[in-house]
């Protein structure tokens, strides 16, 4: 397979998902852009994209979301919980070799992304589900942290 030709490269994807037993949604998929949704869990969705803007590359992300009353307890707690409890998600995910935004910000938490970028010259099936993987226990480990440092009664971070 030629790794620079997107259609060859969305081609194998598919087709490994469909021997792995993989369900997908396509939400894109013309002659720039291709993306589809996995779910890898009820409370677990993976996005997988090939952008017009850097076509050399697929992109894997999840979104992790606080639930509107985990955000009102967050924005309620002091500075010094709020640091200690993004120092601790900023360590974690930097030691996995992904890449994280919090958004909005730190003080008014809402969410936080988690993205694998994987080049086409490095496009392996075992790289492919390897980064599936990565994102899968990095959105486990935010959960896990969430818990450990902020305590609320549960913890709803979900993926959309």
Not at 41 to 48: A, C, H, V, Y
Not at 84 to 91: G, N
Not at 103 to 112: A, E, F, K, R
């Amino acid at each position: 397979m030629k790794r620079n030709n997107r259609k060859e490269v969305v081609k194998q994807i598919l087709e490994w998902l469909k021997e792995e037993g993989v369900a997908h949604r396509p939400k894109e998929n013309d002659s720039c852009r291709f993306r589809a949704t996995i779910n890898l869990s009820q409370n677990l969705n993976l996005d997988i994209q090939l952008g017009s803007h850097r076509p050399n590359r697929l992109i894997l992300s999840t979104n992790a979301y606080l639930a509107p009353n985990d955000q009102r307890a967050y924005f309620r707690l002091d500075r010094e919980k709020k640091d200690s409890f993004l120092r601790a998600v900023r360590w974690a995910l930097l030691n996995m070799d992904v890449d994280h935004q919090i958004s909005p910000n730190g003080d008014t938490l809402q969410s936080i992304s988690i993205t694998k970028t994987i080049y086409f010259d490095g496009l392996t099936r075992d790289k492919f589900f390897s980064s599936i993987l990565l994102l899968k226990r990095a959105f486990g480990l935010l959960d896990l942290t969430y818990c450990d440092h902020l305590r609320f009664s549960s913890s709803d971070i979900v993926s959309r």
